[in-house]
């Protein structure tokens, strides 16, 4: 059985990619043909979800600055956005109840609310999924949409604790200690190396938190983000998370073919997750509204709110907690798996042509914005750039420094992460704060004075696509970008890059080059 899970996930999962279609549309698909065949899910599946959102959690927890969440564009947009939704749809839960739609008639006023409250939340594994396929976890418009979705988690923590029968216990205040730990976790992680021990810790650690948090009556998921947040910052923290990356990955497939296994939906079912699945726009719409009226970018708003358009595995948890009160009836878990399953499918292919999106509509989305700016939102331009080297981290700051020790005038770097940026800064460095995928950097920069671009950033997709924004403003300078896979390199020269490396191999180069100079500096 194990295997025939295996066989059908990736069989629907490459599909899925053969049609431009994110794998994770492929596993819900896999999920609902399982449980159609009549394959019965053991707790092996279970388990598997279970770890893989404990994983992506603990990853988000590392690269997380707890004090955003304390940034009014973050906690002002989660908070309000939940309110509103939550009036509008039980408004319109009682509304379809008096027309008397089936399995909206039987609600009362509380069980509106409740699908409501379920409804309200985003899904993080969607989200987080979405944004890590784009490179853009660490972008603005990525930090806003996973400091919401912080928020909103706990929230539906904090309900899925207080309607359970055990209450947290009152040991559950020392856990407020916790933060007094990280010296010896971080130590802890910095003897571990850079091997198969690394990610071990990780998992460790993750489920370390957990156990105490369920230890005190909280969700040992919980713990595993509280425990994440608390060594975040450090050097290690980031070579922890991209340790666990593929793993995280691997067993989340298990929590995308469980929704599947859920139940088995009537035609009467379907239509009603596909009229809620209608409300997905006006979410999105919402979002897109109240960050724009909290003086975010027109960009940064919309492509937030496009990841947040989906609906929550936690809607799941909290209607599965409503139906064991009998506070709504066994049905409505199936129709919100459905609803759950119709939204990935709806955020998946809509954020797969977000960039495209804001490209076409700009001059619309511009027209929301506030003429205010907050702080993280004033655009740096770069004066009188002959060179720009796209990306800062290990392979950008060793092109930028070669660049700079042979003499090169007026080379400047962007980077996407203020926080490294600000250590460029630091160390006397050009480097600017900046989206390369943003159509207004490269209308506003003097295109005409820079020579050559060169793209040090991992992900071939985010490099083309600022390709098509550097067409549209008639650049006419040299381009060279780096590559991982031979595949990816023919995608690039395709695109219109002049040169492009692949790192692993020119790493060689480099290596053996070093190696000649101090053989002939020893011979002279």
Same mark, same amino acid.
């Given at each position: ?15 899925a ?14 999920g ?53 939704i ?9 509304l379809?109840?008096?027309?008397g ?37 660490r ?19 904090? *309900?899925?604790?207080?309607? @359970?029968?055990?209450?947290?216990? =009152?040991?559950? !205040?020392?856990? $407020?200690? #916790? %933060? /007094? ?30 156990e ?12 595993a ?35 599947? *296994?859920?139940?088995?939906? @009537?035609?009467?079912?379907?239509? =009603?997750?596909? !009229?809620?699945? $209608?409300? #997905? %726009? /006006? ?47 066994k ?20 954020n ?12 619309l989305?511009k ?93 071939h ?48 180069v ?15």
């Open positions: 059985m194990d295997y025939m899970w295996i066989a059908v996930a990736f069989v629907c999962g490459y599909l990619r053969q049609i431009k279609l994110p794998p994770l549309v492929g596993y819900l698909a896999a609902f043909g399982l449980h159609l065949a009549g394959v019965t899910p053991d707790d092996t599946l279970e388990t598997l979800s279970d770890i893989g959102i404990t994983l992506l959690l603990f990853t988000i927890g590392l690269k997380l600055d707890v004090r955003s969440l304390l940034k009014k564009e973050i906690w002002g947009t989660a908070t309000s956005h939940m309110l509103m939550v009036l509008f749809l039980t408004g319109n839960s009682l379809l109840g008096s027309l739609l089936m399995y909206f008639s039987d609600l009362s006023l509380t069980g509106s609310l409740l699908i409501a409250f379920a409804l309200s939340f985003s899904s993080t594994v969607c989200a987080v999924k979405v944004l890590e396929e784009r490179a853009e976890l972008s603005r418009h990525g930090q806003i949409a996973i400091g919401i979705l912080i928020i909103q988690d706990i929230a539906a923590v904090v *309900f899925v604790t207080f309607t @359970t029968d055990v209450l947290p216990s =009152i040991w559950a !205040i020392g856990l $407020l200690l #916790l %933060p /007094l730990l990280r010296p010896m976790i971080v130590k802890l992680l910095q003897y571990c190396g850079h091997g198969e021990l690394l990610p071990l810790a990780g998992f460790f650690l993750a489920y370390t938190g957990g105490l948090f369920e230890l005190v009556g909280l969700k040992a998921q919980l713990g983000l509280v425990v994440a947040i608390i060594i975040s910052g450090q050097p290690k923290s980031e070579e922890l998370a991209k340790s666990l990356f593929h793993f995280k990955d691997l067993f989340l497939i298990g929590f995308f073919l469980s929704i599947g *296994f859920t139940a088995l939906p @009537t035609v009467d079912m379907i239509w =009603i997750a596909l !009229i809620v699945s $209608l409300v #997905l %726009p /006006l979410k999105a719409g919402l979002f897109f509204v109240i960050m724009t009226q909290l003086k975010l970018r027109g960009r940064s708003s919309m492509l937030a709110a496009l990841s947040l358009a989906n609906y929550s595995e936690f809607g799941l948890i909290v209607t599965a907690a409503s139906v064991s009160f009998g506070l709504l009836s049905e409505w878990l199936v129709i919100m798996a459905l609803i759950v399953s119709f939204s990935f499918i709806f955020s998946s292919i809509i797969a042509y977000a960039h495209r999106i804001y490209a076409h509509w700009r001059s989305i027209r929301f914005e506030k003429p205010e700016r907050l702080e993280e939102d004033q655009l740096e331009i770069p004066q009188d750039a002959s060179i720009l080297v796209v990306g800062m981290g290990r392979v950008g700051t060793g092109a930028y420094k070669t660049l700079i020790e042979r003499n090169y005038k007026n080379v400047w770097g962007i980077e996407l992460m203020r926080s490294l940026a600000l250590e460029h800064k630091q160390e006397k460095r050009n480097v600017i704060v900046a989206d390369a995928e943003d159509p207004f950097l490269w209308e506003t920069i003097n295109i005409e004075k820079i020579e050559m671009i060169m793209f040090a950033i991992p992900n997709k985010d490099i083309i696509e600022t390709v098509k924004q550097l067409r549209l403003v008639n650049y006419t300078g040299k381009l060279a970008g780096i590559a991982k896979y031979d595949d990816n390199r023919d995608k690039l020269l395709s695109a219109g890059i002049d040169v492009v490396f692949n790192f692993y191999q020119k790493a060689g480099g290596f053996a080059e070093q190696a000649l100079k101090i053989m002939d500096e020893s011979d002279s």
